[in-house]
């Protein structure tokens, strides 16, 4: 981590489209929350910890809460510098899960990861009530995949400090795949991630505190997130990090022709590594050891091709 913050945030939406700013870029490189600020110039993964029942891929492994405690701090050994709880699933066509339900499935979790490591935390949910409860238990960031629209979630954020990640997603995941349409993929992501981006800072969020992330299988299909993951820097116009959750998602089982989520892994990696060249700063996966490997070879390949041109 490093001490203290830098610059003060996203171009003006009236900016024109153009090359980010050395000031812009400067603002990239480190990410706030409660209890500090994530360096990154370096890939920072976060794991993945769903204690839903019906996850995707991993849906009813972490129901126990030592079992998950045992999972993060497995992924915490592997490399992950965040973990990221969530209660409910937001896979298409998942049915919202009660408040009360989801926090009873993720405060516990929280409060014991929080008393057994140092790892930040961060809470995975889109409803304003689940994430006071997680932040009272000891959460540092609101992974919101709705991008604040419960009206109360803004307020949460501002008021606690936490670091905030504002997710692109068309629709809901009951509705979200159903015939997803874009003039320009990138542009339109960019274009209403800014016009959350401005929610935000009306409502008093540091914009130090906060991330952008294009919502990869979230009212897209699978050519738009091979579009978006290739035209990131369309994204950096914004001016935030961005992170990348392509963890073992559909669109890389088609492409393998039917892997199950389970077997990839390999391919989850390949999309975090052309992220990871092309702008993208943080990632969301479930195969830690195997990203963070990908990560390790690209960025010093990166970094020796920098130094030496
Ligand atoms: N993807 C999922 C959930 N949360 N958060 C962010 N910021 N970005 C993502 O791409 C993202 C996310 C879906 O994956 P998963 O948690 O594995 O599945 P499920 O929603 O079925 O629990």
């Known amino acids: 981590m490093i001490p203290g913050l830098v610059g003060t945030g996203a171009q003006s939406l009236a900016d024109p489209p153009g090359e980010v700013s050395a000031k812009t870029v400067g603002d990239m490189v480190s990410w706030g929350h409660r209890r500090g600020a994530f360096d990154l110039r370096r890939p920072l993964i976060m794991g993945v910890l769903n204690v839903t029942p019906d996850s995707f891929s991993d849906g009813g492994h972490y129901l126990d809460p030592e079992i998950a405690v045992e999972r993060a ?33 993720v405060v516990p979790v929280v409060r014991l990861l ?23 238990a000891g959460a540092d960031i609101v992974n919101d995949v709705s991008a604040l629209r419960d ?9 606690s400090g936490a670091g905030l990640v504002l997710m692109h997603m068309r629709g809901t995941p009951a509705t ?8 320009d993929v990138a542009s339109d992501v960019a274009r209403e991630l800014g016009s959350r981006l401005a929610v935000a800072q009306a409502a008093g969020i540091a914009l130090e505190r906060v991330v952008v992330d294009p919502g990869i299988g979230f009212g897209k299909t699978y ?8 035209r990131l820097d369309v994204l950096a116009r914004l001016g935030r990090p961005i992170l990348l959750g392509p963890s073992r998602k559909a669109f890389l089982g088609a492409l393998l022709g039917g892997a ?11 999309a975090c590594v052309v992220g990871w060249l092309n702008g993208a700063r943080i990632f969301r996966v479930h195969d830690v050891r195997t990203v963070w490997e990908a990560l390790r070879v690209a960025d010093a390949i990166r970094t020796a091709t920098v130094q030496t041109a």
């Open 73 to 105: 701090a497995a992924m915490v050994a592997e490399g992950a510098g965040i973990v990221d709880i969530g209660g409910e699933s937001t896979r298409p066509g998942a049915v919202p899960v009660d408040p009360a339900e989801e926090v009873a499935r």
């Open 114 to 136: 929080r008393s057994r490591l140092e790892v930040p935390v961060s809470i995975d949910t889109r409803r304003a009530e689940v994430a006071r409860a997680a932040l009272d």
């Open 151 to 159: 009206p109360a979630m803004a307020r949460v954020v501002a008021e």
């Open 176 to 183: 979200m795949q159903d015939d997803p349409v874009y003039d």
């Open 223 to 230: 050519s738009h997130n091979l579009e978006l993951i290739a």
């Open 260 to 270: 199950p989520a389970a077997e990839r892994a390999v391919a989850t990696a390949a």
